[in-house]
């Protein structure tokens, strides 16, 4: 209980506090001051806003580390799709550098022809960019995710692309190693394609080949990739190797002195499969080199350049 203090001072700034217990005990009292009073109900209201202060700075807080938290795992799975963007265009970079690795053939072993690769942002990337660096962490994030998924379809129309390319290269590359190409044997043509006469009767006669001649014992390469058809004695022929390459071509090397191969063995351009020397019908030591499509001879010599 607080009461005036009984001074009959009416203009006492004093006030009384009285404690009454209910049992009947003794009564204590205090005298306050008024301004003491005051002063503890501002210290109150004081301690209570300092209360909300710190309970409202608290909830701020808590929001600004549940917006961070929001952000990273935005900022983690933008990172996430850049990371498969960037596979994809590895993906692709990879298989660039795999057709250039086909493409490395000069003149006829060209199979496609093309510039070197060049690149670069435009002003205007650049100009984007930095728009984009200036914007909010959510607008930015809208940003990004949108080029990474136009990224990635772009990487995907690339990437099928590539494929259809690559495999058309492929095919050709494959073509191209199973079409005759250079000469079988270093040496000079003693004897071109087509009629001439024979020099053993004397009358006309249809030269299939060209005689490519040089010492005995020279080693006769295959001329493209293939596998043997023949490789035995055959008549005017002598010591004979037959390979065949698909789609219809086949080359023959005839009046060899050893044969290096044999029925059913894959070569690859390049290898020995004979030595040069003058078996068969022959008047010195020659090879006798066929090109045959689809079993009618044709002029080898516009094979023997590479």
Request: with cysteine; glycine share 12%; aromatic share 6%.
């Amino acid at each position: 209980m607080i009461s005036k203090h009984a001074n009959n001072d009416p203009e006492s700034k004093d006030l009384t506090v009285l404690v009454m217990p209910h049992d009947g005990g003794s009564i204590h009292q205090w005298r306050v001051p008024r301004w003491f009073l005051a002063l503890a109900v501002l210290v109150l209201a004081g301690s209570l806003g300092a209360a909300w202060w710190v309970i409202g700075r608290h909830i701020a807080y808590q929001s600004e580390v549940a917006r961070l938290q929001q952000l990273q795992a935005s900022n983690l799975k933008v990172a996430e799709e850049l990371g498969r963007g960037r596979q994809a265009l590895m993906a692709v970079a990879s298989m660039d550098s795999q057709l250039r690795e086909m493409l490395k053939y000069k003149s006829k072993k060209a199979l496609i022809k093309g510039a070197g690769s060049m690149g670069g942002p435009s002003p205007e990337d650049q100009r984007h960019l930095a728009a984009l660096l200036e914007q909010g962490d959510g607008q930015a994030l809208d940003s990004l995710k949108s080029q990474v998924d136009s990224l990635q379809r772009q990487a995907g129309l690339e990437q099928q692309s590539f494929d259809e390319v690559r495999k058309y290269v492929e095919q050709q590359r494959n073509l191209l190693s199973r079409t005759p190409m250079g000469w079988p044997v270093r040496g000079w043509i003693s004897s071109g394609f087509g009629p001439r006469s024979s020099p053993f009767s004397g009358s006309e006669t249809f030269h299939a080949g060209i005689d490519i001649a040089n010492d005995f014992g020279s080693p006769v390469r295959a001329t493209a990739d293939g596998v043997v058809a023949f490789s035995g004695w055959e008549g005017g022929y002598g010591k004979l190797v037959v390979l065949d390459h698909g789609n219809g071509l086949r080359t023959l090397y005839g009046h060899n002195s050893a044969l290096k191969v044999s029925v059913g063995q894959k070569i690859r351009r390049g290898t020995i499969i004979s030595l040069m020397g003058s078996t068969g019908e022959s008047t010195g030591p020659h090879c006798h080199y066929e090109v045959r499509l689809h079993g009618t001879p044709v002029n080898p010599v516009k094979y023997l350049q590479e």
